[in-house]
């Protein structure tokens, strides 16, 4: 498992805890397994509850962290994924397709990073192709046809930037996306499960909720990429990720989310059943309410969210 550094400490006494429970002197290691458990406890509450910036995007991109897959697999019954923009090819790094969360039919469409080596070349690291984009809107008018809520998941560092990208209208592709997404008359509900990256995030966020993950991010660039703008140093991302406001907390007091869902004090790569039924429960809890708003309300809602966001001097 990715060991990220302010959790070093953390991990040694983990370590020592698993070779005492595989000792067989039982009798005298049971009061240092009893000591060292305690110790455990208290060294995840401090290690966890106040993370900077920084150490939240190092979280939010954890590789055990759960993702859409996981989402898919742990909460969501009779998942049917669908294929292709009709256009050109079937982009892995975002998948798609119609299934049940807690009785409700739902079209869900979310990002996918990979968990290894393997899966992120697989899924191109969550980072989407315009076909991606036109995949996903696709879908979400197929949703509308059929009055589907339509449930988006995010965790992007952000759209493909490759020459073949460009070629076939990557910016285009996402505009549409969020033109589109703004007049759907259908309830959207997003969630931001790890990093959500600029405009390859924001194309599935254009919703009547967005909710985010304690320790996710959702910004307009990536830490790194801020620092090489602003001081030609990609060096520096730890002093950007403190400017750019992209923590849960900040995009709460900036009325840009709904809502915060909580992980567990250990962090969602370390308890990812429990953070996934946090995210389940605050689905369920926002559709309920959405469910009862017509069309109509639902398409004003939305739009009145996005002209309320942020604050103005």
């Known amino acids: 498992m990715a060991t990220l550094y302010f959790e070093r400490e953390l991990v040694e006494l983990k370590d020592k805890l698993a070779k005492l429970l595989d000792s067989s002197d039982t009798t005298t290691t049971k009061s ?6 305690k110790e455990i406890v208290k060294k995840e509450k401090s290690t966890y509850q106040n993370l900077d910036a920084w150490q939240t995007t190092l979280v939010a991109r954890h590789p055990k962290r759960p993702g859409t897959t996981d989402f898919i697999k742990t909460c969501i019954s009779d998942f049917i994924e669908l294929h292709g923009d009709r256009h050109y090819r ?8 119609l299934g049940t969360l807690d009785g409700h039919k739902f079209m869900i469409l979310g990002h996918v990073k990979g968990s290894n080596t393997t899966d992120n070349l ?3 690291f969550g980072m989407a192709n315009p076909e991606g984009y036109r995949k996903s809107l696709r879908l979400m008018q197929l949703a509308q046809k059929f009055n589907l809520p339509i449930l988006t998941l995010i965790d992007t560092p952000g759209a493909y930037p490759g020459i073949g990208a ?20 259908v309830p959207i509900i997003s969630v931001v499960l790890g990093e959500g990256g600029s405009g390859g995030a924001l194309a599935l966020a254009v919703a009547n909720r967005l909710l985010m993950l304690s ?10 990429g801020c620092a090489s703008i602003l001081w030609d140093n990609p060096a520096k991302a730890k002093q950007a990720s403190g400017m750019l406001k992209q923590t849960a907390r900040d995009l709460k007091d900036l009325n840009i989310i709904e809502e915060i869902i909580d992980e567990p004090f250990s962090c969602a790569h370390n308890n990812p059943l429990l953070t ?8 369920i809890r926002h559709y309920l309410v959405l469910s009862k708003l ?3 309300q639902l398409l004003a809602q939305r739009q009145k969210k996005f002209r309320l966001i942020g604050r103005y001097k």
């Open 294 to 296: 017509s069309p109509t």
């Open 90 to 97: 079937n982009d892995k790094a975002i998948t798609a397709g």
């Open 122 to 124: 697989k899924h191109n």
């Open 276 to 283: 996934l039924e946090n995210v389940k429960a605050a689905i």
């Open 215 to 224: 320790n996710a991010v959702f910004g307009v660039i990536s830490p790194e």
């Open 166 to 185: 460009e070629d076939r209208q990557q910016a285009e592709s996402i505009a549409v996306c969020l033109r589109e997404m703004g007049i759907l008359k």
């Open 32 to 37: 240092l397994i009893t000591k060292l458990k």
